[in-house]
């Protein structure tokens, strides 16, 4: 099953879970094994997470776009927001000493590990614009 | 299936049985108020069973970090109890693997605090 969708969502928690299951049922329908649909959804999930809470600020004038690319054994996920963007390059290392006992701050950290491409850049309207490709077996990498 | 966090008394220790998914929004916030009204009540012993999480994200995580925090800045302390394959790892990559003390028997670990 390929195929590709283009979903607004709002600025909201809610939105995070519907994306999550989205993708993931799209990654279940394509055959991912267990351990990779959570990986993958756990990516989502962070990336949501970051759009909404960080990029939109919970705004409710503000959307995140969703665009789900399903290839022939492999998703592509573009998350983008309508925020200020950010410099991956400018964001901490959550895994240096003085930074592991703060609170929040992983969520890039997660995104990167559990999936097997990721990028992150300004889009064209200056939100942050992060790409996650999940490959359904260890080949893609 | 969202979060529940349960808890019990061994001797002086307070054990934590958490079941479901400790994620931003609900889980994370009842994790938080669970910690802190057990250090309001005075409980300075706390053993985090995650035996029944089937899946936690960075929020989870850093609620973790929040009670570990709360819980030590108070002269107290904060272990972990029963970690799945998905949270070890997630432990493993953030390398709190350093921070937490971590265990696999509920006895063994409720004899490790002093």
């Given at each position: 099953m390929t195929g590709s969708t283009d979903t607004l969502f709002a600025?909201?928690?809610?939105?995070?879970?519907?994306?999550?299951?989205?993708?993931?049922?799209?990654?279940?329908?394509?055959?991912?094994?267990?351990?990779?649909?959570?990986?993958?959804?756990?990516?989502?999930?962070?990336?949501?997470?970051?759009?909404?809470?960080?990029?939109?600020?919970?705004?409710?004038?503000?959307?995140?776009r969703l665009l789900l690319a399903v290839g022939t054994g492999s998703i592509r996920v573009t998350i983008i927001d309508q925020g200020e963007g950010f410099d991956l390059n400018q964001v901490p290392d959550p895994t240096r000493g003085e930074n592991l006992l703060?609170?929040?701050?992983?969520?890039?950290?997660?995104?990167?590990?559990?999936?097997?491409?990721?990028?992150?850049?300004?889009s064209a309207q200056g939100g942050a614009e992060v790409v996650l490709v999940k490959y359904a077996s260890e080949t893609g990498r | 299936m969202s979060a529940r966090f349960t808890t019990r008394q061994v001797g002086d220790v307070t054990v934590i049985d958490a079941v479901g998914r400790i994620t931003?929004?609900?889980?994370?916030?009842?994790?938080?108020?669970?910690?802190?009204?057990?250090?309001v009540a005075g409980?300075?012993?706390?053993?985090?069973?995650?035996?029944?999480?089937?899946y936690i994200d960075s929020s989870?995580?850093?609620?973790?970090?929040y009670s570990y925090t709360t819980v030590t800045s108070q002269q107290g302390q904060f272990k972990l109890l029963n970690l799945n394959k998905r949270v070890e790892d997630l432990l493993q990559l953030t390398k709190l693997y350093?921070?937490?003390?971590v265990h696999d028997d509920e006895t063994r670990a409720v004899r490790s605090f002093s």
């Open positions: 600025s909201n928690l809610a939105s995070v879970d519907a994306a999550e299951a989205m993708v993931v049922e799209s990654a279940a329908d394509l055959g991912f094994d267990e351990d990779a649909r959570m990986d993958l959804g756990l990516a989502i999930r962070e990336a949501m997470v970051n759009a909404v809470a960080h990029g939109n600020a919970y705004s409710p004038d503000k959307q995140v703060r609170e929040s701050g992983r969520g890039l950290l997660l995104m990167q590990a559990f999936v097997d491409e990721f990028s992150v850049k300004r | 931003l929004g609900e889980g994370s916030a009842l994790l938080r108020e669970t910690v802190k009204n057990l250090v409980n300075r012993k706390l053993l985090m069973n995650l035996g029944d999480v089937s989870g995580v850093g609620e973790l970090v350093t921070v937490f003390e």
